[in-house]
């Protein structure tokens, strides 16, 4: 089974935030492969379903950010899912946005909901779908910065973000994940 792993905080104070992305991007994939989040475990909401013949799931974990992996980890253990057919989308502040960087191991350079996913998973090679959300402008903290939400002029680039990194996760269904990212790496403009 290939799980997809959105990366946010849950809650509608946090829809929609920058932090979000991940979170956004399950949503899409839902819409897009009418696979229902309709299920809860493990402190995750999740649904399954078939993808070209592939079982999938979609994960959206409902701990904070930083505790992402402790729903993870029971919910792809109950699952038996192995981590090479795992994909976590989620923000970063070091690219710009509209930029995408697929990676297939790594460090959670500072994010940490992968840190805490990494220390869940006792691993750093998993697939990751990076989703640039740009440095804060000077003098905004970057806590205010990736919980607050996106500006009508970004909607645009966000939706074009969200309809690419959907695709990337669709390809890994039948692709192997370098193939994905070979195709997919860069800018959603380009």
Request: aromatic share 8%; glycine share 10%; hydrophobic share 35%.
């Amino acid at each position: 089974m290939k799980c997809f792993i959105g990366l946010g905080n849950p809650g509608p104070k946090y829809e929609k935030t920058r932090h979000n992305i991940g979170f956004m991007t399950i949503d899409r994939l839902s819409s897009d492969t009418n696979i229902d989040l309709d299920k809860t475990k493990f402190k995750c909401h999740y649904g399954t379903g078939l993808l070209n013949g592939e079982k999938v799931m979609l994960v959206k974990p409902q701990t904070f950010m930083n505790l992402s992996g402790e729903g993870v980890r029971p919910l792809i253990d109950y699952y038996n899912i192995e981590l090479e057919d795992i994909v976590v989308i989620y923000d970063d502040l070091d690219l710009p946005l509209g930029r995408i960087r697929l990676r297939q191991k790594g460090s959670g350079g500072g994010h940490n909901g992968i840190k805490s996913l990494t220390q869940h998973f006792g691993s750093e090679k998993y697939n990751r779908i990076r989703l640039g959300i740009e440095r804060p402008p000077a003098g905004v903290p970057v806590t205010n910065y990736v919980l607050g939400k996106f500006s009508e002029a970004d909607s645009k680039i966000l939706d074009k973000v969200l309809d690419t990194s959907s695709e990337a996760c669709r390809s890994f269904v039948t692709a192997p994940f370098l193939d994905v990212m070979n195709k997919y790496n860069g800018d959603v403009n380009a």
